[in-house]
């Protein structure tokens, strides 16, 4: 961090500059990365960024060796010279220093009777090995000095005018002339695989160094990706450590190239080392080659051995890439003029173009591109996407050579009256094509319709051709004229509102102009207003306005000309906005009231208490049977704001629009994960897993509503459903605590699937279901899956238990049929009809608990033991109350003796109306007070 925070004040013409200090100086290449925040005309926050390139000095250097391991220990080397320009700089000085990297290793003697590797590096400074001065070209050519076999590291150098200095590295392979170069060992099996490049084109030949630590070996090559593809045994020396492969078109995006270095038995010396190696060291030579060491049983340092390697290597997918060019008429249009855009498409290598061939074209406000780049524009490499390694290697290799230590293999790092027309129109998406149909010669061409916006556009041409050809090209146009006009009016008003109406006049032209600024708000005419912009200047006029009340809408008009009557081409331009209006205090739903009309149907209405005069009405809705919504809960769904799969289902399907389900059956693909599980949003991972339950709850809603879905949708959402049921796979699935979530939501797919006509008689009866045990969903659930197979084993059985514990756990009691499990709203009559939600009843002990919480609630209120509460069942269509008096419970003791009958209780504990007809079973336990006692 180099500023933050630093605030700039922009001049008329909109620019401004900042000095950023920064803390040290680069030594190489870097970026300065900035962002800006500003206020717009509207008020709100917008946010910019640009990068700024920083170099270390007034030219720039770079090194190329052309080859990366030398025959011998003599290289070349090419350095180029350029300024920030990109211009070749001559007669400017260079100097080249190298270092050569050497490695020493032995072997130490560890507990057990084995051997471990020890290495040390030591690096050799080896001076300047080149130097020189460029040529017109801004090229030096050298060739370094004998400097040994091994890793050479090189560095250049060079200085600008300021003693600026600019550096430049790079390192290639000495082989030397015939001597034995030697690699790190390690105690593992791995060694490295370097390739001399990270990607190649098809066709080029690869290139690898191979650290083997072997003087002979052969070694087994093999080509990987997903499986094995190609094979190689090639002979391999420390003299020369390079295989070369071929690379095939086939191998793209990436392969991976797997060695395994295998080495015999080290026999003893030849008498022709001795003119090999022997003469650098003829008293250890001689030494070996008169008494070698045999192996024993601690030790066998000359058994055969063997290493193993992995590199990835890249491959161009240009055999596979359709050229794609996006070719406008001009590359600067005016508002609402009409764009001819030809596009053309090649076939990869000069091949003729597979029949078939299209293309999605679109054209983008690049403004929204600023936001979020589109990515999925780049067909060809989420076509091609990079492969894993999925190759695994077993081999007995460790255990025939008596190895303890066991490697791993390799893994990678890594109209208008006459008047002028207003500019409104300014949609993002300029246009979308999904298939244009290609001709014979690879071109077609479509109009573009340019809107009013003064912006840059986009343009992208996806192609496809075949099974595995694809390609992406782009163009930009821009919209401009020379006077402009931006709107600074807030997008959204309340009634009443006094705002500032605001509006920007830019010039855009070389010349000063005087402008005159009318404007209209609706049928208001306001002030006219002239102005004085600066060449290429900007200025900011201001109306103040007041939202109109009973609109929804105002539309603004502004129009601009230039005042020079000798000027025949005169810049003007008109922007027309339309601006929402809300009301202050929305209309909102008091009361409602559903009945059957036999005859004549009177009902009292009145105003609300409070209520502004001349607002809101009455909404009457007629139907001949229940099943139609009413228009309120219509309106709810048209309205509906939010866009889940779940909530764009449950639309369509509320409202049975066909088009709405359309549009969920498209997206539906995208939305299915790995399993056939249908997932909440396409935003989500790829790899996330989907729900168990918005599955079930589409193919329900799909059979229930007579929207269908797909047949291969369907079959694979089906198939994600049955393979959760039989543990294939695991699925996160949520529920309340005591609750077997696993399991409610098995029975949860059972359902769906025996609704969509499946049998899966195994799987279920492999269940074992509790009854007593299941939450109320879950064992509905259970009972229609039970009902649909009447194969199931002891289904009579299974399906009676189902059944009573269903029943069980009704409750019928002021009117209403519900379940005990369910939430009550609670009105405690203690004179001031005070409202409280009281969880389910679940008694452990027997005793009825929600009885026995109101009487302490009434108590605690109004510190009177007897205090009757009301149980109130709220409805809010009939927008009444019904309120029944319960009685408190009896005392746990009476007459000195215990209760000998508990009310019946169910799993969600005893319920109100169990307690009543407990009640009236045994008045004595009542007290022998009155009937509304009794029944309570």
């Known amino acids: 961090m180099v500023l933050d925070k630093q605030a700039l004040t922009l001049d008329r013409a909109g620019a401004g500059k900042l000095d950023v200090a920064l803390g040290q100086k680069p030594r190489g290449p870097a970026e300065l990365y900035a962002e800006m925040s500003f206020n717009d005309p509207n008020g709100e926050i917008q946010t910019l960024r640009g990068t700024v390139p920083l170099w270390p000095a ?83 050519r050298c060739e370094p000095k004998a400097v040994g076999p091994g890793e050479i590291l090189l560095l250049a150098e060079t200085s600008d005018a300021q003693g600026n200095t600019a550096r430049s590295g790079a390192s290639y392979w000495a082989a030397g002339s015939g001597e034995d170069a030697w690699f790190t060992a390690g105690n593992q099996d791995r060694i490295d695989v370097v390739p001399e490049r990270r990607s190649y084109k098809a066709g080029e030949t690869a290139r690898f160094r191979v650290h083997t630590p072997f003087r002979d070996a052969t070694a087994l090559i093999a080509v990987e990706a997903g499986g094995i593809i190609e094979t190689f045994v090639r002979p391999l020396s420390r003299f020369r450590p390079v295989i070369d492969l071929p690379v095939r078109a086939e191998w793209a995006p990436n392969v991976y190239v797997s060695v395994l270095v295998v080495r015999g038995r080290v026999e003893p010396l030849a008498w022709y080392s001795l003119f090999q190696w022997g003469w650098r060291e003829p008293l250890a030579w001689f030494r070996d080659w008169w008494n070698p060491q045999q192996p024993t049983a601690m030790v066998d340092l000359a058994k055969p051995a063997w ?119 300014f949609d993002t998406l300029l246009s979308w094509q999904p298939r244009v149909k290609v001709g014979a010669d690879g071109t077609a061409t479509v109009k573009l319709p340019i809107n009013d916006s003064l912006t840059e556009f986009k343009l992208v041409g996806i192609a496809s051709a075949g099974v595995s050809l694809f390609g992406t090209g782009s163009a930009a146009v821009r919209t401009r004229q020379d006077l402009q006009l931006i709107s600074g009016l807030p997008p959204l008003v309340r009634e009443k509102d006094r705002y500032q109406a605001l509006l920007t006049v830019r010039n855009g032209t070389a010349r000063a102009m005087a402008v005159s600024v009318t404007a209209r708000a609706g049928a208001q005419v306001l002030e006219a207003k002239e102005v004085k912009l600066d060449a290429e200047g900007a200025t900011e006029i201001a109306w103040t306005a007041q939202a109109p009340e009973g609109a929804t809408s105002l539309a603004w008009e502004f129009e601009a000309a230039e005042k020079d009557d000798s000027n025949k081409t005169a810049a003007r331009d008109r922007l027309r906005i339309i601006q929402r209006i809300e009301p202050a205090v929305p209309v909102s739903v008091q009361q409602a009231s559903f009945a059957r009309i036999d005859g004549k149907l009177e009902m009292p209405v009145g105003l609300p208490q409070g209520a502004l005069p001349g607002r809101g009405g009455i909404e009457i809705g007629l139907s001949p049977k229940l099943s139609t919504p009413p228009p309120g809960l219509k309106r709810y769904f048209e309205d509906y704001p939010f866009s889940c799969l779940e909530q764009k289902a449950s639309v369509a399907v509320g409202l049975h629009d066909e088009k709405r389900w359309k549009d969920v059956v498209d997206s539906l693909p995208a939305l299915l994960d790995g399993n056939g599980l249908a997932r909440y949003f396409a935003s989500e991972s790829a790899t996330s897993a989907g729900s168990v339950a918005l599955t079930a709850y589409l193919l329900d809603v799909s059979l229930a509503s007579g929207l269908a879905l797909p047949a291969d949708l369907k079959t694979r959402m089906e198939e994600g459903l049955n393979g959760f049921v039989e543990a294939r796979f695991k699925a996160p699935v949520w529920s309340p605590a005591q609750t077997d979530g696993q399991l409610a939501a098995k029975l949860l797919a059972l359902e769906a699937l025996t609704r969509a006509g499946r049998k899966p008689v195994k799987t279920a009866s492999a269940l074992d279901v509790e009854a007593l045990r299941l939450p109320t969903s879950a064992l509905i659930d259970w009972t229609l899956v039970l009902k649909r197979l009447p194969e199931l084993p ?101 007459r000195g003796r215990r209760h ?26 009542a007290g022998g007070r009155s009937k509304a006692g009794r029944d309570a």
């Open 794 to 894: 002891q289904r009579a059985e299974k399906l009676a238990a189902a059944t009573r514990e269903l029943r069980n756990r009704l409750s019928y009691s002021g009117g209403r049929l519900g379940f005990t499990t369910e939430k009550r709203l609670l009105v405690v009559d203690d004179g001031q009809r005070r409202f409280q939600r009281l969880p389910p009843d679940r008694s452990s002990d027997g005793r009825p608990r929600l009885a026995r919480r109101l009487a302490e609630t009434a108590a605690r209120r109004t510190g009177t033991p007897g205090a009757r509460p009301l149980v109130h069942h709220h409805r809010q269509r009939l927008g009444r109350h019904r309120a029944r008096p319960v009685r408190p419970p009896p005392r746990e003791r009476s």
């Open 307 to 425: 290493r193993m390697g992995l590199a990835e290597l890249g491959v161009g997918t240009e055999s596979l890439r359709l050229k794609v060019e996006v070719l406008p008429e001009r590359s600067e249009y005016r508002p609402r003029e009409e764009a001819a855009v030809r596009l053309k498409v090649s076939a990869p290598e000069g091949k003729p173009l597979p029949a078939g061939a299209e293309i999605a074209f679109a054209a983008v406000d690049q403004a929204l591109l600023e936001l979020r780049p589109n990515d999925s524009w780049d067909l060809l490499e989420a076509m091609t996407p990079r492969r894993a390694y999925e190759v695994e290697t077993a081999t007995a290799q460790s255990q025939v050579l008596g190895k303890r230590h066991f490697g791993r293999k390799a893994v990678p790092p890594g109209g208008g009256g006459g008047r002028a027309p207003a500019r409104e129109l």
């Open 900 to 925: 000998a009958r508990q009310p019946r209780r169910s799993q969600g504990g005893a319920s109100l109306e169990g307690w009543r007809r407990h009640a009236a079973a045994r008045p004595a336990l």
């Open 58 to 140: 007034a030219v720039a250097l770079g090194m190329r060796i052309p080859d990366w391991i030398s025959p011998s220990d003599k290289g070349r080397v090419d350095l180029l010279v350029l300024d920030l320009d990109g211009n070749p700089v001559a007669g400017q000085d260079l100097h080249v220093s190298a270092k050569r990297r050497i490695s020493h290793s032995h072997r130490r003697r560890i507990v057990g009777g084995f051997y471990a590797y020890e290495n040390r590096e030591e690096f050799a400074d080896l001076g300047t090995v080149c130097s020189g001065r460029t040529d017109a070209r801004g090229l030096l």
